[in-house]
């Protein structure tokens, strides 16, 4: 499933691929997957003649500015969600969704002057398209995720630690793959309450933070953990061999080993 990662792949594609191209046409006959206030025609309207001048990311929202008195264009993978440019879609493979090429699976996206074209395709249809976003309403992107900021957000919370971490308005970007996987490396339980943490345990987990997704982007996404092979009932701990506990932590399944994560 895409996570920061992921939409790290489909924001280098765009840049590589979409900027300077003028918008001739926008497809958006999906209604449900316009938010905040988009239609179909509002958005033609916005983005036709328009060109893309640049490929953000905060988090997992991909953020696609407009020239002058442009908009900008905000673009959700949801679950299954990938970008497709000329064919071309970003980043390896999903493991959680069908990677089949069907046209009905392209919820938005623009038509090129040029005759290429920029969609969004999404099996499972949780993704989402808006213009001009509030980004703050999105903590800081996991990527500049700061020791001090870090320890200000879990000293705040009584929640799992888990969940403080995945919560998007705190840390934007941290999915259920790469969470646990942090936690696992760090040797804590994602059911601990998030200020329970000490400085030094704090400063553990930001480090791992920092290295993990650097290493994971490298390999190809956010289902290269050393712990995905082992996420199945009946899983054994890659570092103790210990059976892992299947649990549910801020809504998600979770997959974590007694005996080294405390």
């Given at each position: ?23 001739a046409a926008v497809d ?141 308005s705190r840390i934007a ?76 932590v801020g809504g998600r ?10």
């Amino acid at each position: 499933m895409p996570e920061i990662l992921e939409a790290e792949y489909a924001r280098r594609l765009i840049e590589e691929r979409a900027l300077g191209r003028v918008i001739a046409a926008v497809d958006a006959n999906d209604a449900w997957y316009l938010k905040r206030g988009l239609t179909a025609r509002s958005a033609k309207t916005a983005l036709v003649g328009h060109v893309f001048t640049d490929a953000r990311r905060r988090g997992k929202l991909l953020l696609l500015d407009t020239d002058v008195e442009g908009p900008t264009l905000a673009l959700h993978l949801g679950m299954s969600g990938r970008v497709v440019i000329d064919g071309d879609a970003a980043g390896d493979p999903l493991l959680y969704a069908s990677n089949k090429n069907d046209p009905a699976w392209y919820r938005f996206g623009v038509r090129f002057a040029d005759g290429g074209a920029l969609h969004l395709r999404d099996p499972r249809r949780l993704g989402a398209a808006e213009l001009d976003p509030d980004e703050e309403r999105l903590g800081p992107d996991a990527f500049a995720l700061t020791l001090p900021y870090l320890r200000l957000v879990l000293a705040r919370s009584r929640a799992p630690l888990k969940a403080v971490l995945m919560d998007q308005s705190r840390i934007a970007g941290l999915g259920n793959l790469i969470t646990d996987e942090v936690l696992w490396r760090a040797g804590l339980d994602p059911a601990r309450e998030a200020r329970s943490l000490d400085p030094d345990t704090v400063k553990l987990l930001h480090r791992t933070i920092k290295r993990t997704l650097p290493q994971m982007q490298r390999r190809g996404g956010s289902h290269t953990g050393d712990l995905m092979a082992a996420r199945f009932p009946g899983g054994l701990c890659p570092e103790d061999g210990a059976p892992l506990t299947i649990s549910t932590v801020g809504g998600r399944t979770t997959y974590w080993c007694p005996l080294h994560q405390h």
